[in-house]
């Protein structure tokens, strides 16, 4: 079965360092998303993106995050100048359209020092 | 604003024992997923629950949804250590965009 993939799996930063998540949707999907998970805490909407564009962001979404989809096949999440409350996992999805369920990419560990 | 609340947020139980989590949800969805995870793992897909009186179950686990009443269970049937997780509700917005929004989790604690 297609899986939305996520690299890197662990990503260790320096506070103020620029990060890129990557991620893999399923290959005939048409909206993208991204979560945030604090350790211990639940996980939270940042932005969704269709048709090349940001279709809604939450408040987490802020300037110092963009999103982007590069080739058509990448999804990236870029944090500019990364927080120590940015650590948390990073979580991609993807849906095909017409109210089809989210399927989830395995997470990117995000650890800002 | 879509919210989702699960009761309860913590769960110590014996093996062997029947229990509930209960994930109510304030607007109108009739998509709604149960989501497992270990710590410091991802989420693993438990359950999809795609219309009003959905019922699956899958080993130990069994869920059901009620759009009506906004309600979703997730069943545990002669609990076992490995059961040990905490345990998502997400229920969709319906919106354009179908953003998923997270209860905070019910963490599950299987005593042997």
């Known amino acids: 079965e297609p899986e939305v993939t996520q690299t890197p799996s662990h990503q260790v930063t320096q506070m103020g360092q620029e990060v890129i998540l990557r991620c893999v949707p399923i290959?005939?999907?048409?909206?993208f998303y991204w979560y945030r998970q604090i350790l211990g805490q639940k996980v939270e909407f940042l932005v969704s993106f269709y048709n090349n564009e940001i279709s809604e962001k939450s408040e987490i979404f802020d300037d110092q995050f963009s999103v982007e989809r590069p080739d058509g096949s990448n999804f990236t999440l870029k944090i500019r100048s990364t927080k120590l409350e940015d650590s948390a996992m990073y979580f991609c999805?993807?849906?095909?359209?017409?109210?089809?369920?989210?399927?989830f990419g395995d997470g990117t560990r995000l650890s800002i020092l | 604003e879509l919210k989702v609340e699960q009761n309860p947020l913590f769960l110590s139980m014996q093996e062997g024992k029947n229990y509930t989590i209960y994930c109510n949800y304030s607007?109108?969805?009739?998509?709604l997923y149960w989501y497992r995870q270990d710590p410091g793992k991802s989420l693993e897909s438990l359950f999809v629950?795609?219309?009003?009186?959905a019922v699956k179950q899958e080993g130990r686990l069994m869920a059901s949804l009620d759009t009506k009443a906004r309600l979703s269970t997730l069943h545990i049937t002669a609990a076992v250590h490995d059961l040990s997780a905490t345990y998502f509700c997400a229920v969709d917005t319906m919106n354009r965009d179908d953003k998923i929004i997270f209860g905070k989790g019910t963490r599950l604690h299987i005593l042997p």
């Open positions: 629950l795609l219309s009003n009186g």
């Open positions: 290959s005939n999907h048409l909206y």
């Open positions: 607007t109108t969805s009739d998509r």
């Open positions: 999805a993807s849906r095909k359209g017409g109210h089809q369920p989210q399927h």
